[in-house]
């Protein structure tokens, strides 16, 4: 069955550290994004993909960094100039239509990250 | 500015009652999308619905039911005899239709429990 996988599910880092989220899809999309989840605040874009080696900075993406070198996998570090990590990271991907704002996301099933 | 607000931070209900999620948008575009996605306890969204901005008729599928009005900028969800198994995360979210526009806003969500 095509989808996202994701891992660690859960991840624990100690301050400083840098850590690298794995996202891979077998769904043949060439749009991947990565979305960081806080209680009450919803889904917030970090980066986002539209092709191979090209990725665009979201709407928080200080304190993390990202690579496109094949279609099937977008990782997402976190470094350590993040200044609060600790959160639930998604990563989704979807079609490259001709009306982008159309395409529906398909996510997988998320990291969470704690920062001790 | 785009803006999603649900402002229903938490909805508890009983088995086989109704419910109506609430979702009202902000935007200045004429050509855009609203969606609606579910998350489980599991973590990963998962796709309800797509409306776009030109089609105002409503949907029916199941027990789910959606009514979108632009005269409101509201696109609401109900559930019709809910069971345990609604219970999730449900979000609300828009995106623009412009070439190249790969930014979905999410709304806050609204957490539903539904008791048995």
């Known amino acids: 069955d095509g989808g996202i996988t994701q891992s660690p599910k859960y991840l624990f880092r100690k301050e400083g550290q840098n850590v690298t989220l794995s996202c891979e899809q077998n769904?043949?999309?060439?749009?991947m994004y990565w979305y960081r989840q806080d209680p009450g605040q919803g889904l917030r874009l970090i980066y986002y993909?539209?092709?191979?080696?090209?990725?665009q900075k979201g709407d928080i993406a200080e304190g993390y960094s990202v690579s496109r070198e094949k279609k099937e996998s977008f990782p997402l570090t976190v470094t350590s100039a993040q200044k609060n990590p600790t959160a639930f990271y998604l990563c989704?991907?979807?079609?490259?239509?001709?009306?982008?704002?159309?395409?529906?996301?398909?996510f997988g099933a998320g990291s969470r990250l704690t920062v001790l | 500015a785009q803006k999603v607000t649900q402002a229903q931070t938490e909805i508890s209900v009983v088995e086989k009652e109704d419910v109506t999620l609430d979702c009202v948008y902000e935007?200045?575009?004429?050509?855009?999308?609203l969606f609606w996605y579910k998350q489980p306890p599991s973590g990963e969204l998962v796709f309800l619905i797509r409306?776009?901005?030109?089609?105002?008729q409503n949907e029916i599928s199941g027990r789910y039911s959606w009514n979108f009005q632009k005269s409101t900028s509201s696109f609401n969800f109900t559930i019709t005899a809910s069971q345990v198994v609604d219970s999730a995360v449900y979000f609300c979210?828009?995106?623009?239709?412009?070439?190249?526009?790969?930014?979905?806003?999410f709304g806050t969500g609204t957490r539903l429990k539904v008791l048995a």
């Open positions: 993909s539209q092709i191979v080696n090209d990725f």
């Open positions: 989704a991907s979807s079609i490259r239509g001709l009306t982008p704002g159309a395409n529906v996301l398909t």
């Open positions: 409306r776009n901005s030109f089609d105002e």
């Open positions: 979210a828009l995106s623009e239709a412009g070439p190249g526009t790969y930014k979905y806003i």
């Open positions: 935007t200045r575009d004429t050509t855009y999308y």
């Open positions: 769904l043949n999309h060439d749009a």
